[in-house]
């Protein structure tokens, strides 16, 4: 499983509240994502960090911040949950060979 | 903007038949390629990768990569109703430190 842990695995949350989750690694890798999974869209990535204070973003970035102050922690924070937000929200590090990425068990985020 | 393409299926196919699964991209740019698979509630794992024009096995799957086409596909042979889940196809373009995703197709195996 690349050793990779999100927390919590399950969530929910109401409008307008921030909200943050976890991404933990256990193998120093320096690439970490996340995605969040709708269905008839794919996943599609949020934002991207390539170092510690190292941060890039994704394609749907708007309301969602990321810090990674740790090599192996890599947090994703909604600002001020809205129902669009709604959704499944993947982690996942880059290792190895030709940028494979290995994914997270996942958060089932609900905001009410 | 580059885009991948599958087709959302689903796709039916009776068990031990060969599963056609296919992927277009839109730039001659990538680099590499990737299939997931998703089984329903559960992350995408890694089948395989591919980089090169041609073929490249792994037991039952093999990715087939036709570049100047820009397409991949995946073939699973003796398909099993353990197989039915959703593949998911990745191309990583040069100097992009990411992943670009298909929609996914949907497999279903019929025993």
């Known amino acids: 499983d690349a050793g990779i842990t999100q927390s919590p695995r399950h969530k929910v949350t109401e409008t307008g509240t921030p909200v943050t989750l976890r991404c933990h690694q256990t193998?120093?890798?320096?690439?970490m994502y996340w995605y969040r999974q709708d269905p008839g869209h794919g996943l599609r990535l949020i934002h991207y960090?390539?170092?510690?204070?190292?941060?890039d973003k994704g394609e749907v970035s708007d309301g969602y911040s990321v810090s990674r102050s740790k090599t192996e922690d890599f947090l994703l924070t909604l600002e001020s949950a809205t129902s669009s937000q709604t959704s499944v929200y993947f982690c996942?590090?880059?290792?190895?060979?030709?940028?494979?990425?290995?994914f997270g068990p996942g958060t089932r985020l609900l905001v009410l | 903007q580059k885009e991948v393409e599958q087709n959302s299926g689903p796709l039916s196919v009776p068990e031990g038949a060969i599963a056609s699964l296919n992927c277009t991209y839109s730039?001659?740019?990538?680099?590499?390629f990737f299939w997931y698979r998703q089984y329903s509630g559960k992350s995408p794992e890694l089948i395989m990768f591919i980089y090169s024009n041609g073929d490249k096995e792994d037991g039952r799957f093999t990715a087939q990569l036709n570049k100047a086409s820009q397409y991949v596909s995946l073939l699973i042979r003796d398909s099993q109703p353990s197989d039915s889940a959703t593949y998911l196809c990745a191309v990583n373009w040069y100097g992009a430190q990411k992943l670009v995703f298909g929609q996914g197709t949907r497999l279903t195996i019929n025993p």
């Open positions: 730039d001659r740019g990538s680099q590499s």
């Open positions: 193998e120093n890798h320096r690439y």
């Open positions: 960090s390539y170092g510690v204070k190292d941060t």
């Open positions: 996942a590090i880059r290792a190895g060979d030709q940028e494979t990425q290995y």
